[in-house]
């Protein structure tokens, strides 16, 4: 499967944005599925996840109920979208995609998209 993300840009804080992911090339339903970010010079770290059929999350506590993650398989699309951002939310967010589930841990998904930038400024 292939994941492209989408939908990053620059923001005031306080403002919104909506992420999203498009799978293609497979049925998303089959996959569990999660967001990362990475800033320069750190680790990918987890932000969110979801199962296959939406009906289970999970979110890093960073997340403190600014985010949500949510899904469309009918259009193998996967969302989160961030209120209240913080300009310490200012990374590339990637997209990701699970065979065995939906986890927290990178190491456990097995398609990645390419990212999207989200830029929050102060």
């Known amino acids: 499967v292939q994941l492209q993300a989408s939908g990053g840009g620059l923001v005031q804080a306080g403002g919104s944005l909506r992420l999203s992911c498009a799978a293609s090339?497979?049925?998303?339903?089959?996959?569990?599925m999660g967001w990362f970010r990475q800033t320069p010079g750190k680790e990918r770290e987890f932000v969110a996840a979801?199962?296959?059929?939406?009906?289970?999350?999970n979110y890093a506590d960073f997340v403190k109920g600014r985010f949500t993650i949510s899904r469309d398989n009918a259009k193998n699309t996967m969302y989160l979208q961030i209120n209240s951002l913080k300009p310490e939310d200012t990374a590339v967010y990637y997209c990701?995609?699970?065979?065995?589930?939906?986890?927290?841990?990178?190491?456990?998904?097995?398609?990645w998209g390419q990212g999207t930038q989200v830029t929050v400024s102060s």
């Open positions: 979801i199962s296959r059929s939406g009906g289970s999350t």
């Open positions: 090339g497979g049925t998303s339903s089959r996959y569990g």
């Open positions: 990701a995609a699970s065979n065995s589930g939906w986890f927290g841990q990178k190491s456990k998904y097995d398609y």
